[in-house]
């Protein structure tokens, strides 16, 4: 079958790699992917936004599943243009309908659905410029440090922890009024803040039933030790030491099956992967946020993991039908460390030329931020690549990731030295 994946970065490579060794596809078509996609299918340079212009190359070259990637065609709603028109109805497509996708969209509806179906979360209050005054209220009425969310999607950038009530009141003035964050902040979700370490749990759905995958942990700051600004990631493990049996069971019980309950009981369409970003809460899973994709850098771990062909589940998923499908997992654990541009989250060049690559040993090297230009690999974003290990031992996994990162070069390199340190 021919498949078409939407997107460019980590995660896409990672899906693309693993698809790519299905016996059942006879092309993949990444759009507009990077310069490691390119080693396993064919990329395509295209707007994966301009829905009108994926419709001509999924008929044209034959496609019967697309898998959007990131987050933003889901949202736009891609499912629902898609299932809406005669020409495409066959192709089957991977992901919620524009409402349901609301769980990302919306971090509004998203607590509001929470909230509906009794799944654990934060308090929280909902403010925009008309009820700023109550939101200044609210903020006084909870302790430090104070969570703001900005309602809808803002690259991954729309939520501010502060340390004081002062500047608190600030950043919210300053994503409602000053919109900091565009549209997105026209409306601010102000939450208490949730103490414990956090937990990524992703599921694949067919509108019915559900298959779990590997949990992961992720590390979002920029500076070892946890320090610096949020990034969209630094490096991620796979499985996590204290999401036991008897804390996945409480995942499934009260987050994960209510949540699928409750899609079904507001007739949401959604067939494809929800990310559960949680906490753990001294044993108690409580959810910071949906996503509707995989997530990235998890993605990484999450897939090398999976030791079942992949495709025959994406599709099954798709077309709304597991069928009694299982899935077969490593249980090695797996370590991905990111190698990023200097000054990444913040300015950093492009363009860089990429060494060394064919110096790494027994790991997988996924893209992230490459291109192709004069015969070389360059930089083309702030997380470059992710170097991904499995093996016997977690240790053993992070040796193997931080020896191949000494083979590769560019200028200005960076990455954490201790991702997955704090779990051993």
Known sequence: MN????????????????????????????????????????????????????????IEKEIELVIPGPEEPLVRGIYDYFHGDKDLSAVAILGPSRMAANLEGSKDFAKQFMAKYNIPTAGYGVFDKNTIEKGVNFLRSLRAPYVLKADGLAAGKGVL???SIEEAVTALKEMVIGEKFGAASRKVVIEEFLSGVELSVFVLTDGKSYILLPEAKDYKR?????????????????????????????????IIEPTLDGLKKE??????????????????????????????????????????????????????????????????????????????????????????????????????????????????????????????????????????????????????????????
């Open 3 to 58: 498949v078409l994946l939407l997107g460019s970065g980590g995660r896409e490579h990672a899906l693309a790699w693993k698809i790519a060794q299905s016996p059942l596809l006879n092309n993949l078509f990444i759009a507009p992917g990077n310069a490691g996609t390119a080693s396993v299918g064919v990329n395509l340079n295209i707007d994966i936004l301009n829905f009108d212009t994926l419709k001509k190359i999924v």
């Open 161 to 163: 922890i502060e340390h």
């Open 222 to 254: 920029v500076g070892e030790g946890d320090t610096g600004p949020n990034t969209g990631g630094m490096g991620a493990v796979s499985p996590v030491p204290f999401a036991s049996k008897a804390f996945m069971e409480k995942v499934r019980k009260q």
């Open 267 to 424: 007739k949401l369409e959604y067939r494809g992967f929800i990310f559960f970003g949680l906490m753990n809460c001294d044993g108690i899973p409580k959810v910071i946020e949906y996503n509707v994709r995989m997530g990235d850098p998890e993605t990484e771990v999450v897939i090398p993991r999976i030791k079942s062909d992949i495709l025959p589940l994406l599709l099954a998923a798709a077309k709304g039908g597991f069928n009694g499908t299982t899935l077969e997992i490593d249980e090695r654990p797996a370590i991905t460390v990111m190698l990023v541009s200097g000054g990444y989250p913040g300015e950093y060049g492009k363009g860089k030329v990429i060494h060394g690559l064919n110096k790494t040993r027994d790991s997988i090297v996924l893209h992230a931020g490459t291109a192709a230009g004069n015969g070389n690999i360059v930089t083309n974003g702030g997380r470059v690549l992710a170097v991904t290990s499995l093996r016997n031992t977690m240790q053993e996994a992070l040796d193997a990731s931080y020896n191949n990162l000494k083979e590769i070069d560019f200028e200005n390199k960076y990455y954490r030295r201790d991702i997955g340190k704090d779990l051993l």
